[in-house]
């Protein structure tokens, strides 16, 4: 049902941190039960609430709760860059992706990047591990748990959650990388871990299965 309401929708429109349950992804959770959920809007009466929609999280913060609205607005206009293509879904099958090199921060400053990642069509999430070191800024980014891999003819992403620096604090991290930029024809990628943001072209080996 995932793949189907919210999964192959994200995937049409380019969303890589959206549609599915897993680690790093954001959290747009309806829960309703299946069996009395019902739409009472008509044409004589447009605006009139769902039935059967028992608890609403958007971008993980509970905006409904035993049907009633809490007055939480947390949604924000999404925007999607080039980087972010329609394509069909991957989940279904295997797939691998290797990183190593160099990539810059938005300040111009080099981070090594070391990534290794497979999910097979039957494994409910990835394995492997991902870390960056800035040693100029003294940051450490390790992953600690791996939520979901996408592949796509020389393009792929993955999100996941990571530790700053061994301190206790999870991030999320969202990792797009491509073969051949669109624009520049050069093998990029794009690293977001909260406000840390490494991205642009990739001095290293990139290898997208």
Not at 81 to 93: E, N, T, W
Request: no cysteine.
């Amino acid at each position: 049902m995932i793949k189907k309401m919210t999964g192959l929708p994200a995937n049409i429109i380019g969303m890589v941190d959206r549609g599915f349950i897993a680690e790093g992804m954001v959290a747009d959770i309806t829960v309703f039960d299946e069996n009395t959920v019902i739409d009472k809007a008509d044409f004589d009466n447009p605006k009139q609430y769902a039935e059967g929609i028992e608890h609403v999280l958007v971008n993980g913060q509970v905006a409904l709760k035993d049907g009633e609205l809490n007055g939480i607005q947390a949604g924000q206009a999404l925007k999607r860059s080039y980087d972010m293509p329609s394509r069909p879904m991957s989940v279904d099958q295997n797939h691998r992706v290797k990183v190593h090199g160099n990539v810059e921060n938005k300040d111009g400053k080099a981070a090594k990047v070391h990534l290794t990642i497979k999910q097979g069509k039957d494994d409910l999430q990835p394995k492997g591990s991902f870390n960056l070191i800035d040693k100029e800024n003294n940051i450490h980014i390790k992953s600690t748990d791996l939520g979901l891999l996408q592949t796509y003819e020389g393009w792929a992403s993955f999100v996941g959650t990571a530790k700053l620096n061994n301190s206790d604090t999870i991030l999320p991290v969202i990792f797009k990388m491509d073969e051949q930029n669109p624009f520049t024809g050069d093998r990029t990628i794009d690293i977001q871990v909260d406000e840390y943001q490494y991205k642009g072209e990739l001095n290293g080996k990139l290898d997208i299965e």
